[in-house]
């Protein structure tokens, strides 16, 4: 059983990391604000306890123009 909950775990964590690599994307080298990978992406993190918008300074430009 102990086997079993650390290939989840090892799962869980790669599907984390894939997202954070997703939404840093989407952060840093595309101008898209709130793309539907990206918000998947947030949802995903959202879910395992980690609250980040990656779109944030993107819409804080965009609101100072």
Request: hydrophobic letters at 50%; aromatic letters at 6%; glycine letters at 4%.
């Given at each position: 059983m102990y086997k079993s909950q650390g290939f989840v775990t090892t799962i869980t964590?790669?599907?984390?990391?894939?997202?954070?690599g997703i939404?840093?994307?989407f952060q840093h080298l595309s101008d898209a604000i709130d793309s539907p990978l990206e918000q998947t992406s947030e949802a995903?993190?959202?879910?395992n306890g980690i609250?980040?918008?990656?779109?944030?300074?993107?819409?804080?430009?965009?609101?100072?123009l």
């Open positions: 964590l790669l599907v984390i990391v894939v997202a954070l939404g840093l994307y995903i993190l959202k879910k609250d980040v918008d990656f779109s944030k300074d993107k819409k804080e430009a965009l609101d100072e």
